[in-house]
Nanobody, 125 residues
Framework: QVQLVESGGGLVQAGGSLRLSCAASGRTFSSYFMGWFRQAPGKEREFVGGIGGIIWSGTLTRYADSVKGRFTISRDNAKKMVYLQMNSVKPEDTAVYYC???????????????WGQGIQVTVSS
């Protein structure tokens, strides 16, 4: 079983930067594909981006078009951490952000086995 806890959220001004962290437990963390999702009020949960597990040396990444060039995902398997670096944030980035773990490469929420509790990110204009 994997437990995930997000941190680093809060209020940030448009154009600024914020880094979200996801701390994981579980000895098999390094093998999971780690995804970031977000959900804004009245909207469906959407895939933000993800990073592959140890089979890809933790370097294979995927991003939603809406965040490409602005957000970067990285992971540190030794520390069992995954990060979402958010740059040039926009008000439309405001949402609850979730860290999630899957056993396969996927952008579909239903394919993820474990989820964090979510953390609020609010971007002011």
């Amino acid at each position: 079983q994997v437990q995930l806890v997000e941190s680093g959220g809060g209020l940030v001004q448009a154009g600024g930067s914020l880094r979200l962290s996801c701390a994981a437990s579980g000895r098999t963390f390094s093998s999971y594909f780690m995804g970031w999702f977000r959900q804004a009020p009245g909207k469906e949960r959407e895939f933000v981006g993800g990073i592959g597990g140890i089979i890809w040396s933790g370097t294979l990444t995927r991003y939603a078009d809406s965040v490409k060039g602005r957000f970067t995902i990285s992971r540190d398997n030794a520390k069992k951490m995954v990060y979402l670096q958010m740059n040039s944030v926009k008000p439309e980035d405001t949402a609850v952000y979730y860290c999630a773990a899957a056993t396969s490469w996927s952008s579909a929420p239903g394919d993820y086995n474990y989820w964090g509790q979510g953390i609020q990110v609010t971007v002011s204009s």
